[in-house]
């Protein structure tokens, strides 16, 4: 994702930001503008930074992933009003400051990026939630980030309504008092520019999934040309599929990290290995886990010529989790993936129009 890119503000703007306070580094970078020393562009460069080394500070001095702790942190607040010149340069800012509070959250949970492969992300996405209930959802990170392919089939709408494929998520959750999932949701046009929405829902502990669901819906609204509650169900089934053992793969894409990493796990305990490890720990080992590689999709049946009888025609079933019975005397219970699959003879057809749904 594009935030993920960002170089953030340049050291100039953070060696003025050590002054002190938005006031302080503002008198001393127009000093220096006036003096010469200033270049215009890098002023302004500088200037517009400010806010977001604010919000550093403020995510830094918090000891839980909180968003709207962050934007109520009075220096950043008091910054923001010193740099937003319009209620829309504001709104602006608010929004990136957003974005940056993801980035923020997924360094500091540890950088764990996900990728969801083809067939996966299409069974998962017929794939529902009913009688779950919050208790059941949970994060396998404080922050992640989801690599989304085009076979999830998710979109976004552009500005004149048209769907744009969702390539890319960073979801965060913060814990109780008022848990709640926070999704930042990347969207691609064809020139490459992009779009995005942020965007959370409350998951206090006890409740009915689909109650906490439907009532954010209610909340928020449904906004023209997206279905919102896709997105949140294909995320939510990712994250129970991470939980409850699914087929996963570890890949290191830093070279140099993984032929680190082999040499050390051949060492055997003791002070050449643990200095191989203190290495590999200042490393960036690009690290991705692979969910579901293999896992093929739910093949469509050829359609029929007419509209079908039950008994000639194939359904597809949704798939679901269940409770499955296990333990000491069965007394325990965990979560299995019932997939989803096509009901009917096996030389049965698809209708033509419509694509039937068990719920």
Known sequence: MEILNWPGPPPAARGYWRRGSADAALTTMRQDFEAGRLAPALYDLAFGSLPFLALEDAFAASETLRLDDALSDKRFTATLDRVAGSPEHRHQYKVHSMELWFRLAYERAGSHDYEVAPGLAQRLRHTE?????????????????????????????????????????????????????????????????????????????????????????????????????????????????????GVREEVWHNREARQLRERMEKLPKGEKRDKLRAKLKGMDPQRRIILGRGVPPVERPPESAGTGHPLVVRVRVSGHWKRQAHGTERRERKLIWVQPYWRGPDDGTAPVTTTHELR
């Open 129 to 245: 939630l009913r009688g779950l209930t919050t208790d059941d959802l949970h994060l396998p990170h404080a922050c992640l980030l989801l690599r989304v392919p085009s076979e999830a089939a998710l979109t976004l709408p552009d500005g004149d309504g048209s769907p744009l494929p969702v390539t890319g998520m960073l979801l965060a959750e913060e814990p109780e008092p008022e848990r709640c999932w926070r999704i930042c949701v990347e969207a691609r046009r064809p020139d490459g520019a992009r779009t995005l929405n942020l965007f959370s829902v409350g998951l206090s502990e006890g409740r009915m999934l689909e109650d906490a669901l439907t009532e954010h819906a209610a909340k928020t609204g449904e906004a023209p040309h997206c279905d919102w509650r896709a997105l949140w169900d294909w995320a939510m089934n990712v994250a129970l599929y991470s939980a409850s053992g």
